[in-house]
């Protein structure tokens, strides 16, 4: 299994600023993902972070709210733009398994709230 | 409706009960399935992954997929108030080259002394 760090932890940030979450495996990985998990909600996929090329956005999240990096096999940025109350979240990056399974290994979060 | 569908509790039972938490899926595409447990603050932990229709059992787990009735379910036997979390199931299915998951809403578990 991979393991999967995430920074910040929290943050708690202005209306109008702007946070960007990294994520970082132990180990090299074709598949990165990012999600976002309400208070009290399940996950909801926002992109799948591509290596060398640019991310694959579900429908609802866009690049301009939603930049995200991936520039080697073992890390990625999310970034939250201009940040909006309704932005206040837990933040999850998670890693694929391999073998084609559609497991993933997922980091602790980050739990950002927008004041 | 819900690709996915799943009782959010909450749950509780006493210390060294059959736990029995269940999804129902309409979409027949999905492949995979699984189950995580998240502790608060944390996030979810991979506990089961199951491929084909039946039970694949492991320690206190057993995960028990019917595709014919688009249903799964995960059974904790001889339950620890170390099991208290939520679990999430979750399904996969190829999209674009990827697999992807779709979550249910979670079921929050309590296991009471």
């Known amino acids: 299994s991979a393991v999967i760090s995430q920074k910040p932890s929290r943050d708690i940030c202005q209306r109008g600023t702007s946070l960007t979450i990294q994520c970082q495996v132990d180990s090299q990985v074709t598949m990165m993902f990012w999600y976002r998990q309400q208070p009290g909600q399940s996950l909801t996929l926002i992109a799948t972070a591509n290596q060398g090329s640019e991310a694959t956005y579900e429908s609802g999240f866009v690049i301009d709210k939603f930049p995200i990096s991936r520039p080697n096999l073992t890390f990625s940025t999310l970034t939250v733009s201009n940040l909006s109350p309704e932005d206040s979240s837990i933040y999850l990056c998670?890693?694929?398994?391999?073998?084609?399974?559609?497991?993933?290994?997922f980091g602790p979060g980050t739990r950002l709230t927008v004041l | 409706q819900k690709e996915v569908e799943q009782d959010p509790g909450p749950l509780s039972v006493p210390e060294g009960a059959i736990v029995s938490l269940n999804c129902t899926y309409s979409?027949?595409?999905?492949?995979?399935f699984m189950w995580y447990r998240q502790y608060s603050r944390k996030g979810p932990e991979l506990l089961m992954y199951?491929?084909?229709?039946g039970n694949k059992e492991d320690g206190r787990f057993t995960a028990q997929v019917d595709k014919s009735s688009k249903y799964i379910s995960l059974f904790i036997r001889d339950s620890q108030p170390s099991d208290s979390a939520t679990y999430l199931c979750a399904m996969s299915s190829l999209i674009q080259g990827a697999q992807k998951l779709v979550f249910g809403q979670g079921t929050r578990l309590t296991i009471n002394p």
């Open positions: 979409n027949s595409a999905f492949q995979y």
């Open positions: 998670s890693a694929a398994a391999g073998g084609g399974g559609g497991t993933q290994y």
């Open positions: 199951t491929y084909s229709s």
